[in-house]
């Protein structure tokens, strides 16, 4: 069965920094498009960022680009996002998700983790 | 970005009942339209893409159609374990938006 697995979560002050990492395993993790997708407390869901299976691509939503950087270890089978300069709107359950091969829909989540961004 | 609006935003029925939700895009985006479930506290989970197609293991009661800019999510026979929040997304464009989630509760 396939599992994505984060962490890296926890409480940071409004300016500072966090990196939350996604633990891949079951798939070939080498041939997807990977993804944060974010939920704020009692909010929808946010599409934050993609990255292409070989890394060479990444999109970023506006909210986030220039703070937020996606990267991957496809050795290591983790996917990561390094967040800079954080507001309290950043405050959200962080989800990593598989794309579909198709790059259409995500098919696998992880549980998500909770970064909270206050003072 | 396109953006999509779900109706409605909550809903009570109770087990057995035939329900509908609806999504519609500001845009049309052809038949790039997912469903998700979500249940508290869990991750989402794809219950239909490509707007009619039902992810593998989702169980037939759930049904997608829809086209353009409109489309629905039918649920024919609400079971118990059905009732969560529902998102439609848009695939069509960058960034994959989201409608704001269709609170389905037990009446």
């Known amino acids: 069965e396939v599992q994505l697995v984060e962490s890296g979560g926890g409480l940071v002050q409004p300016g500072g920094s966090l990196r939350l990492s996604c633990a891949a395993s079951?798939?070939?993790?080498?041939?997807?498009?990977m993804s944060w997708v974010r939920q704020a407390p009692g909010k929808g869901l946010e599409w934050v960022a993609n990255?292409?299976?070989?890394?060479?691509?990444?999109y970023y939503a506006d909210s986030v680009r220039g703070r937020f950087t996606i990267s991957r270890d496809n050795a290591e089978k983790s996917l990561h996002l390094q967040m800079n300069s954080l507001r309290a709107e950043d405050t959200a359950v962080y989800y990593c998700?598989?794309?579909?091969?198709?790059?259409?829909?995500?098919?696998?989540w992880g549980q998500g983790t909770l970064v909270t961004v206050s003072s | 970005d396109i953006q999509m609006t779900q109706s409605p935003s909550s809903l009570s029925a109770s087990v057995g009942d035939r329900v509908t939700i609806t999504c519609r895009a500001s845009?049309?985006?052809?038949?790039?339209l997912n469903w998700y479930q979500q249940k508290p506290g869990k991750a989402p989970k794809l219950l239909i893409y490509?707007?009619?197609n039902l992810q593998s293991g989702v169980p037939s009661r759930f049904s997608g159609s829809g086209s353009g800019t409109d489309f629905t999510l039918t649920i024919s026979s609400l079971q118990p374990e059905d009732f969560a929040t529902y998102h439609c997304?848009?695939?069509?464009?960058?960034?994959?938006?989201f409608g704001q989630g269709t609170k389905l509760e037990i009446k």
């Open positions: 998700a598989r794309v579909t091969v198709a790059g259409t829909a995500w098919d696998y």
């Open positions: 079951e798939f070939t993790f080498s041939r997807h498009w």
């Open positions: 990255i292409k299976p070989d890394g060479s691509e990444k």
């Open positions: 845009q049309s985006i052809s038949s790039c």
């Open positions: 490509g707007a009619s």
């Open positions: 997304q848009q695939c069509y464009s960058v960034p994959g938006t």
